[in-house]
């Protein structure tokens, strides 16, 4: 039964899969002008593209279109314990799965552009080898190594429960970065801080209940960016702060000589050698209302100077990151319908990206598991209006059972429980996803021109890469050039499918040599 009108406009971002409708319904849409011409070649039509094959392999096929146009990528590899469930090995000897990952990191290395970030999670097992080898890779040492610490304890050990992994930073010639370009995020739990203090100043307490109660608030350690902020006047919360000049540089001035009054003893209060405002500064702050200055019980105590929570809600990223992987695997996942063994927290991945990826820029995930990257970039983007691009590489079978899915529902509700959606709060969004063939499908797809070649196998002194280069050329996965007369009908077996599958030959030649298509014609 077709969709009426009103259940549309009632779902404005409801998910649109081109693989369940006709071709020529799907050619026609690629081959307007959203996705074309000016749009694709800025790259404003896709919001993300998700790859479904096993990552070397992508890395080479996209290493021409998005050469240096990576800001940040993030990735958790397999920690090479053996017992995390991957489908990619995970129990070399050292030197085994450290030449697994260079191979990867050295194809991601050309996708970062100057100044753009990797970050890599790891845990014990392998950190310090990590860390060598992408020193190695960046030509120099990493930036920093960021602690992540999990509280949740593990039952199973037997003496000490770790409970923490690392992330290895590198940046790409970051010796050529701006001084004046910083990394900042938002003050963790700061929009929790100021819900909380918001409602205990519009209690009926005293004053000096509020404040006790404020500095019980503080306390709490997920507060912790906030241990300062236990005064408040009729604007809000603040930390009474330092009015000195610490750092002095040369030519830098201080204002020992000023004039500030006390507002209840109308005296002069006493200043500090190092007082970093001059007098018409001073005179200024101390004439807002409410007064920028926090004063003592009189004029003997020299006057700080107030800064709100609202003011000041960033900060400089910690290299020890405090995050709850729980909230992930027994909330954000079973909510939305998934279930998934360790996937990394979504509030450490979204922090990553918000101090290191701008609005405007491509992120990157080699090993992308349950979309967590993805999720992230689509969070931040509804947060800070953004537009943010992801580009996730998947191999695993949940690709089809996590990750795709996930991202279409975060496209069509950002609130979910119990697998439902609870609001219709999404995004106008498109992505586009692309399977490559696998090394299943390529044997599943050589054929031999002798209609008995199967008995050459047989043949103790038949080489067998004459065999392949001769009896086996017309094979469908070694480009039939024949075929290609009509590129859009290439067709291939896909393993465990029982009809041919096509293959979009031009899209892949656009990849690989990195074209930008201006125009479409399906013939």
């Known amino acids: 039964e077709p969709l009426k009108m009103e259940f549309l406009k009632a779902n404005p971002f409801l998910v649109l899969d081109t693989q369940f409708f006709p071709q020529q319904f799907a050619d026609t849409l690629?081959?307007?002008?959203?996705?074309?011409?000016?749009?694709?070649?800025?790259?404003?039509?896709?919001?993300?593209?998700?790859?479904?094959?096993?990552?070397?392999?992508?890395?080479?096929l996209l290493q021409e279109s998005f050469h240096e146009k990576v800001t940040c990528i993030y990735t958790d590899p397999p920690y090479n314990t053996g017992g995390d469930?991957?489908?990619?090995?995970?129990?070399?000897?050292?030197?085994?799965?450290?030449?697994?990952?260079?191979?990867?990191?050295?194809?991601?290395?050309?996708?970062?552009?100057?100044?753009?970030?990797?970050?890599?999670?790891?845990?014990?097992?392998?950190?310090?080898?990590?860390?060598?080898?992408?020193?190695?890779?960046f030509a120099g040492r990493p930036e920093a190594t960021?602690?992540?610490?999990?509280?949740?304890?593990?039952?199973?050990?037997?003496?000490?429960?770790?409970?923490?992994?690392?992330?290895?930073?590198?940046?790409?010639?970051?010796?050529?970065?701006s001084k004046a370009?910083?990394?900042?995020?938002?003050?963790?739990?700061?929009?929790?801080?100021?819900?909380?203090?918001?409602?205990?100043?519009?209690?009926?307490?005293?004053?000096?209940?509020?404040?006790?109660?404020?500095?019980?608030?503080?306390?709490?350690?997920?507060?912790?960016?906030?241990?300062?902020?236990?005064?408040?006047?009729?604007?809000?919360?603040?930390?009474?702060?330092?009015?000195?000049?610490?750092?002095?540089?040369?030519?830098?001035k201080v204002f020992p000589d000023v004039v500030l009054v006390h507002p209840v003893t109308k005296k002069k209060c006493v200043i500090s050698e190092n007082w970093r405002f001059d007098q018409e500064k001073t005179d200024e702050i101390a004439a807002r209302k409410p007064t920028g200055f926090h004063f003592g019980t009189d004029h003997t105590t020299v006057p700080r100077i107030k800064t709100y929570v609202d003011d000041y809600e960033n900060m400089t990223p910690q290299s020890v990151m405090f995050d709850d992987t729980q909230v992930d695997t027994k909330t954000i996942l079973p909510n939305m319908g998934f279930s998934f063994d360790f996937p990394k927290p979504l509030s450490f991945v979204r922090r990553i990206l918000e101090m290191a990826a701008p609005k405007s820029s491509w992120c990157m995930d080699i090993f992308a598991g349950s979309g967590t990257t993805g999720h992230a970039v689509i969070d931040l983007n509804q947060e800070d209006k953004g537009g943010r691009k992801y580009l996730l590489i998947e191999m695993g079978n949940h690709f089809d059972a996590v990750l795709k899915p996930r991202m279409q529902k975060l496209i069509y509700s950002k609130d979910w429980k119990d697998g439902k959606p609870v609001s219709r709060q999404g995004s106008s969004h498109a992505f586009k996803y692309i399977r490559l063939e696998s090394y299943e499908d390529a044997l599943d797809n050589i054929s031999f021109e002798a209609a008995d070649a199967q008995a050459m196998f047989q043949m103790e002194d038949y080489v067998l890469s004459y065999m392949l280069d001769f009896e086996t050329k017309q094979s469908e996965t070694?480009?039939?050039?024949?075929?290609?007369?009509?590129?859009?009908?290439?067709?291939?077996?896909?393993?465990?499918?029982?009809?041919?599958?096509?293959?979009?030959?031009?899209?892949?030649?656009?990849?690989?040599?990195?074209?930008?298509?201006?125009?479409?014609?399906?013939?």
């Open 30 to 60: 690629l081959a307007s002008d959203v996705f074309i011409g000016k749009n694709a070649s800025k790259g404003d039509a896709l919001n993300g593209i998700l790859v479904h094959g096993e990552n070397l392999q992508a890395l080479n």
């Open 85 to 137: 469930g991957f489908c990619y090995k995970d129990n070399y000897q050292h030197s085994s799965w450290l030449a697994m990952m260079r191979s990867r990191l050295v194809g991601a290395y050309g996708f970062l552009k100057s100044g753009g970030a990797l970050f890599t999670s790891v845990d014990d097992n392998e950190y310090v080898y990590l860390a060598q080898l992408q020193s190695s890779v």
């Open 146 to 177: 960021v602690v992540r610490v999990n509280p949740s304890t593990k039952s199973w050990s037997q003496f000490l429960s770790t409970t923490h992994d690392y992330c290895v930073v590198n940046i790409k010639n970051g010796e050529a970065v």
């Open 181 to 252: 370009e910083k990394w900042a995020i938002k003050k963790p739990y700061v929009d929790e801080f100021k819900k909380r203090t918001k409602a205990l100043l519009k209690m009926k307490l005293t004053d000096e209940e509020k404040q006790q109660n404020l500095r019980e608030v503080v306390k709490i350690p997920m507060f912790k960016a906030f241990d300062h902020y236990t005064e408040f006047d009729e604007k809000g919360v603040y930390a009474a702060g330092n009015p000195n000049r610490t750092l002095q540089s040369e030519g830098a």
């Open 478 to 523: 070694l480009l039939n050039v024949a075929k290609l007369d009509a590129p859009f009908d290439y067709r291939l077996k896909r393993h465990g499918k029982d009809e041919p599958q096509p293959v979009d030959l031009p899209e892949t030649l656009n990849f690989l040599i990195g074209f930008h298509v201006a125009s479409r014609r399906v013939y």
